[in-house]
């Protein structure tokens, strides 16, 4: 007999070449892809299988392997479309040890805002960069930052600790070039002895008048300047008719709390901001931030108007949705991995299992999955939703009802092992038509990968014996369907994936969770741009 090994027809299929986090075979990605990877969908915090710190080192070994000029051009991506924030200022970090001129082009398009400096510089003091000291070009850049802001706008950005803006003050030691930034400076550090009101900005002086009881005036500033103040119901409309659309999306409890809503007027003042597509667009949502939001007013302290209009505001978020020709499959995960939350959670702990406490978003990766599924089916009505864990869950959504609703419906489900071939495979034994399959997963595989034993070696912790079971699954639906795409969209940081675009110019990897992920995906479908359609729209970024 013939030795199978060397004449298997499957053999054109790619091999696996790692194993992932979860112990399945899967694909390695480029350094590049993998920095890209982590830099939209890691938050330095502790998922599911990986620790902050596995992140950090992880990102940290990447940018050994890539040019700086690509460093800068991930993190402004990261920031500008991807709409991260410890990403990109720990990659502008890394910047200041390996290149300092790349950095001055990528500095201003990433900090972007007080929040933003103050990352930047906590993370830059603590060494894990290569360096402690800003030096003089990096304090340039930083004092510069400071410079460009207005008065008023120097100090409504003021707000948040550790470090806080005045900790950043006191380490650059800027020079003020008019008197009322020198008393601006003297009052934000603490100094009262050199603090003359006289000098003091427009709005620092209301909120100090506010602050004395000497003016009912609500200034207008962040919400958290005024939280720990005691306010009367007549203060907090005035918050809230001022707040940013941001603030409200993340406060509708709390204005339910000191009665904001007994005012018709404002309940249509704040549904109209919710719903308000320019605010949106300003404020960079991530699609499932309203998710939650709707989540946590499910109470019935909140208006129903304001649940309507998080309703309208989620179909604007995700406007990039396309609209794809032909028949189009979506595959979300919701396997117990999904159950991590999406940001991960700050907390030291042991990785895994599942066990998340403290800081940690309410929002899982499986509340993702189901609002991008939820999102693909309202913009395609024909498409059809397969969720899987360990095997293909049967559940039918109709393509009428709200994103919402249809999310809330696939996030329900959870739990069971990962089995990212079930839903392809599923589709094979029916022989199914189709031109676009789209996964929402976080690509930890593994139970198809340890199951796959015949006679070809391809188990978990054995690489390069097989291809996985995604992948010939994959090649048995291009037989019937030779034109079809097949994306991957991740949603956690990682360094592989069950399906790989190598050699494979029909299938993308694109990691993230903000909507724009789906400009990248209408390009790659639509265009025929080929497996590197991602890496190269992020080397496209103007530094």
């Known amino acids: 007999m013939a030795n199978k090994r060397l004449f298997d027809t499957r053999a054109a299929t790619a091999q696996t070449d790692t194993v992932n986090e979860s112990g399945g075979v899967a694909y390695q990605f480029t350094p590049k892809h993998a920095l890209a990877q982590y830099a939209v969908t890691g938050c330095l915090s502790n998922t599911y299988y990986a620790s902050a710190k596995d992140q950090l080192d992880k990102v940290l070994e990447l940018c050994n392997d890539v040019d700086p000029e690509f460093i800068g051009k ?32 990528v500095f201003p398009k990433v900090i972007d805002n007080g929040k933003m400096l103050r990352t930047f510089a906590q993370i830059l003091r603590s060494g894990v960069t290569g360096r402690k000291s800003f030096g003089s070009s990096v304090k340039k850049l930083m004092i510069s930052w400071l410079d460009k802001q207005t008065d008023d706008g120097l100090f409504k950005q003021s707000v948040g600790n550790n470090p806080s803006m005045a900790d950043v003050i006191k380490m650059l030691h800027p020079k003020p070039t008019t008197k009322s930034r020198e008393t601006l400076y003297a009052y934000l550090i603490g100094k009262k002895e050199k603090v003359n009101k006289r000098y003091l900005p427009a709005v620092v002086k209301q909120y100090e008048a506010f602050k004395e009881g000497k ?56 549904a109209d901001k919710l719903r308000d597509g320019n605010e949106i667009r300003r404020a960079r949502v991530f699609p499932y931030q309203l998710l939650a939001a709707y989540m946590n007013t499910e109470d019935g302290n909140v208006p129903r108007e304001l649940r309507n209009a998080l309703q309208d505001a989620m179909e604007i978020a995700v406007s990039n949705v396309p609209a794809f020709d032909g028949q189009v499959f979506c595959f979300p995960d919701v396997s117990g991995s999904m159950s991590s939350p999406v940001t991960g959670d ?109 006679g070809y070696g391809c188990y978990a912790g054995h690489r390069g014996a097989a291809a996985t079971a995604t992948m010939e699954q994959w090649e048995q639906f291009r037989k019937r369907n030779p034109d079809a795409k097949l994306v991957c969209i991740d949603v956690q940081a990682n360094d592989s994936t069950q399906a790989t675009g190598k050699k494979h110019p029909e299938i993308l990897n694109v990691g993230g969770f903000s909507d724009q992920v789906f400009n990248v995906v209408d390009a790659f479908v639509k265009n025929d741009l080929g497996s590197q359609r991602w890496i190269d729209e992020i080397e496209s970024t103007v530094l």
């Open 74 to 105: 991930v993190a402004v991506y990261a920031r500008q479309k991807g709409y991260m924030k410890d990403m990109p200022a720990l990659l502008a970090c890394v910047l200041a040890s390996k290149d300092v001129a790349v950095l001055k082009r």
């Open 346 to 454: 700050r907390d030291e702990e042991q990785k895994g299992r599942g066990k998340h406490k403290g800081s940690a978003s309410k929002v899982r990766c499986i509340d993702v999955a189901a609002l991008m599924a939820a999102s693909v089916l309202r913009r395609n009505p024909s498409a059809e939703v397969i969720p899987f864990e360990g095997h293909v869950v049967d559940l039918k959504l109709n393509p009428r009802d709200s994103i919402m609703t249809n999310a809330e419906k696939l996030a329900s489900i959870g739990g069971g092992s990962t089995n990212c071939s079930a839903p392809l495979a599923l589709l094979n034994q029916r022989r199914a038509k189709g031109d676009v399959c789209m996964y929402v997963s976080d690509q930890e595989s593994w139970i198809d990968g340890k199951a796959h034993t015949s």
């Open 215 to 270: 003016t009912k005036e609500v200034p207008d500033i962040s919400f958290l300047f005024l939280a720990s103040l005691e306010l009367d119901r007549d203060a907090w409309i005035e918050i809230a008719r001022n707040a940013s659309w941001q603030t409200v999306r993340m406060n509708l409890n709390t204005f339910a709390r000191h009665d904001v809503y007994e005012s018709p007027e404002m309940i249509k003042l704040l």
